[in-house]
């Protein structure tokens, strides 16, 4: 298959074309095709004498090798063809392209001659321009000084005359090519430009029209336009065109049916055209996609970061929204935890405080007994002093002695009224540094008295003078009181001489301080051990069973623990162990 071009191998619409061919035969494996091509170039050098060279040189070349079609491109590939198609390929089938109607009707069709049709239409770029340009006042027709650039405008005046549509037509020719950059400089907005070949310019000067019309469109004050496919993306805005590909591609199709034996029975096809447009000259004009007709083919679109990743963006959106909202949930549920939390640690401050009261209550015979001895003894010595008064002479010595007395027992009832107020206090925990073997000795004395009413021994072993930790000295009474009469009523029951509480202190290898209470009663089942410290489990009678449930609380709040210990023997022992002394803080 021998294909000629009219012009030079380098032209955009020819190598266009010549892919068009490649992609039509790609597909057909049933016979293998061998692709000759020649280029006239007759544009940049016309002229009978150098078609007649070529014409000889062809036949030269090619009058050994069997050809079965041969395909031209371009109206002046086809007239070559048609006149030295008797020394080159005689009898050899031609199929055509790249040529306008009113060439194929010009030209005398035999049988064997097939081809394809392209409008390279004018008039249907120019409407396209004034769609997209509603305001426009003028057209300006732009052609160079070649024959196939005259024969052009010849065309463009027939087609267009010197009005169109209520728009004048303006032709501009016969300049070099910086004439019609400047020519195209003062062009208004309002004016639609249409540039058609520039094969060559008034100073003799040659070019690809393609890389001609980049220069004026570049220049240009108004949209430009063209009536080839292969200046879209040049510069000019679009035109109503079919694509040199879709050319080259239709030709294959007739020449692979005459090949196959079955050459097709309509001897001309129309290429497609359709408006094709540069989406980049569109936004350098400020042309809106609203006014390109339904079907037009957008060129170098570059797609927004919306258009070109929607998904992903869409799917990114949804993901930071529901980790927005998981976030937003677990902040709900984080302060809805605090509220809670806040709301029990009150609870459990105004139960530990309950508890407390109600401890005291049951101590209320052994702080009243321990009242009323100072209250007593200070009532004996005012007796006294009075009666000294009414001597004489009046003894000072035995007067100063009472005296003290009275200082001494008033100080002793103090000390009972501030335990009991400590016991009493209400709100907010402070933790302070905590002597644990003193506020231990403090709870005793507090509750002897109770203690000696139930006959009750209570022995202290210390491991040293003293042990800090970091606490609330009320809770932490509060929890050494209640072990200590829970051991007595333990032992409630036992001979008086077998009551007895053990209480020590001691500092284990990793600093953590330990208090066990341990008592003679019968002891506690290892199935009770650990429900013993849940709410409402009682062993006694009379009790709410609330009482070891506070305690491990407010143990666990001091960052402890507080258990009763696996050991064999009578009785029960209960282990508190508080952490080492740590910086002062809050128990929450």
């Known amino acids: 298959m021998l294909t000629i ?190 540039i058609l070949t520039i094969f060559e310019d008034a100073s003799g000067r040659t070019f690809v029209p393609r890389e001609a019309a980049a220069e004026i469109a570049a220049a240009s004050a108004a949209p430009a336009y063209g009536v080839y496919s292969s200046f879209v993306g040049t510069g ?6 079919e694509t040199f590909e879709g050319v080259g591609m239709d030709m ?16 001309t096809v129309a290429s497609t055209s359709r408006p094709v447009v540069d989406w980049r000259q569109l936004e350098r004009w400020g042309i809106g996609n609203d006014l390109l007709p339904s079907g037009t083919q957008i060129e170098f679109h570059e797609p927004t970061a919306w258009e070109r990743y929607r998904l992903e963006i869409l799917l990114a959106l949804a993901v930071i929204a529901l980790q927005a909202a998981t976030i937003a949930g677990l902040v709900v549920l984080d302060r809805r935890r605090r509220t809670v939390q806040e709301e029990l640690a009150l609870e459990r401050l105004e139960l530990a405080h309950l508890s407390r009261t109600t401890q005291l209550g049951q101590l209320s015979g052994a702080f009243a007994h321990e009242l009323n001895q100072p209250l007593t003894s200070i009532l004996a010595n005012a007796e006294a002093g009075t009666r000294l008064l009414d001597t004489t002479p009046l003894d000072l010595n035995e007067l100063k002695d009472i005296l003290e007395d009275i200082a001494a027992d008033d100080r002793r009832a103090a000390a009972v009224i501030a335990q009991l107020r400590r016991l009493m206090v209400k709100g907010e925990v402070e933790l302070e540094r905590v ?134 023997g009578d009785g029960a022992r209960v282990i508190l162990s508080l952490p080492p002394i740590q910086p002062i803080g809050h128990v929450a």
């Open 5 to 194: 071009y009219e012009n030079e191998s380098t032209l955009f619409a020819v190598t266009e074309t010549a892919r068009g061919l490649r992609e039509g035969f790609a597909g057909d494996r049933q016979a293998r095709v061998e692709f000759y091509s020649e280029y006239l170039d007759s544009v940049r050098f016309p002229g009978e004498d150098h078609l007649a060279r070529q014409a000889q040189y062809l036949a030269a070349k090619y009058g050994d090798i069997p050809l079965d079609v041969v395909l031209t491109a371009g109206p002046g590939a086809l007239r070559f063809m048609l006149e030295h198609r008797e020394k080159i390929a005689p009898g050899v089938p031609i199929v055509f392209g790249a040529i306008t109607e009113s060439t194929a009707k010009s030209v005398a069709m035999t049988t064997d001659i097939w081809g394809v049709v392209s409008r390279f239409d004018p008039v249907g770029t120019i409407d396209l321009a004034m769609t997209l340009q509603p305001t426009a006042e003028r057209i300006v027709v732009m052609t160079g000084s070649s024959e196939f650039d005259r024969q052009w405008e010849a065309r463009a005046r027939e087609e267009l005359t010197g009005n169109y549509r209520g728009l004048s037509v303006e032709y501009v020719s016969g300049l070099a090519l910086e004439g019609f950059k400047e020519t195209s400089r003062q062009l208004s907005a309002d004016t639609i430009l249409l």
């Open 435 to 568: 002597d644990l073997n003193k506020a231990v000795a403090a709870t005793i004395e507090l509750a002897q008295s109770e203690l000696v009413a139930r006959q009750t021994e209570v022995v202290f072993r210390r491991q040293q003078k003293e042990l800090p930790v970091q606490g609330n000295l009320p809770q932490l009474q509060q929890i050494v009181l209640n072990l200590i009469l829970n051991a007595a009523e333990a032992m409630s029951r036992q001979p008086s001489s077998e009551r007895e509480i053990t209480m020590e202190t001691r500092t284990l290898p990793d600093g953590t301080r330990q208090l066990s209470v341990a008592d003679r009663g019968p002891g506690i089942p290892p199935e009770m051990r650990e429900k013993a410290f849940k709410p409402f489990v009682s062993g006694g009678a009379t009790g709410m069973g609330l009482g070891l449930s506070i305690c491990r609380s407010i143990a666990l709040a001091h960052g402890g623990t507080l258990a009763f210990e696996d050991h064999e």
């Open 252 to 267: 294959a199709a007739l020449a692979k049916q005459i090949m196959s034996g079955a050459p097709s029975e309509q001897r």
């Open 236 to 241: 000019v805005v679009g035109g109503f065109v």
